[in-house]
């Protein structure tokens, strides 16, 4: 199944643009998206500290990605 999955950040800026088309077997687990999107950079590195989002909610990372989920790696943030 085809996934299209949202990039911010840091992550847009590694040169892939604002979103990434993932093809992936079944019904993946929020942590089975992620090691594809740092496979898809060629920088899981740049991962470190992401999480993966639906427009409802952030996935943990043993939950199954909902079927026609708008889907977005959302980079660790700070601030004050």
């Keep these: 199944m085809k996934w299209r999955v949202e990039l911010y950040g840091r992550l847009r800026d590694a040169g892939a643009g604002d979103a990434l088309e993932l093809e992936l077997s079944g019904r993946p687990a ?3 998206v992620l090691a594809a999107v740092g496979r898809a950079l060629g ?14 909610a952030v996935l943990a990372a043993d939950e199954p990605v909902p079927e ?8 660790p943030v700070c601030g004050g």
């Design 30 to 32: 929020a942590s089975e």
């Design 68 to 75: 026609r989920a708008r889907l977005a790696v959302l980079p």
């Design 43 to 56: 920088r899981p590195e740049i991962l470190a500290g992401a999480v993966l989002a639906t427009e409802d």
